[in-house]
Nanobody
Framework: QVQLVESGGGTVQAGDSLRLSCVGS????????VGWFRQAPGQEREFVTA????????LYADSVKGRFTTSRDNDKNTVFLQMNSLKPEDTAVYFC????????????????????WGQGTQVTVSS
């Protein structure tokens, strides 16, 4: 089974950028759609973005459209989340998750569909 490890979190000022990475442990990583979710203190986990197995379809939450971009490099078993124009309300623990899917499937936006989760990386945006 694929294991996921996130990295790239940190503390930045509003308006800054961060790039998160999610690395899968096995070549089978390309068999999975990958989503990013986030959870702020006292709040439920929420969908941020997801990419299909081959990166051909990407979905974004309205709150991050135009600011965040997800991409994947299956040769490196890695999915990236580029976050620009960060806002204090983006502060949360960010998790990547994998959903075993058929090649052409539209990625899911609901966390319950994702079987494998990373440990999360903290993103803090100060005003």
């Amino acid at each position: 089974q694929v294991q996921l490890v996130e990295s790239g979190g940190g503390t930045v000022q509003a308006g800054d950028s961060l790039r998160l990475s999610c690395v899968g442990s096995r070549r089978a990583f390309s068999n999975y759609a990958v989503g990013w979710f986030r959870q702020a203190p006292g709040q439920e986990r929420e969908f941020v973005t997801a990419t299909s197995r081959n990166g051909g379809t990407t979905l974004y939450a309205d709150s991050v459209k135009g600011r965040f971009t997800t991409s994947r490099d299956n040769d490196k078993n890695t999915v990236f989340l580029q976050m620009n124009s960060l806002k204090p309300e983006d502060t949360a623990v960010y998790f990547c998750a994998a959903d075993r899917a058929i090649l052409s499937a539209r990625p899911n936006t609901e966390a319950d569909y994702y079987e494998i989760w990373g440990q999360g990386t903290q993103v803090t945006v100060s005003s």
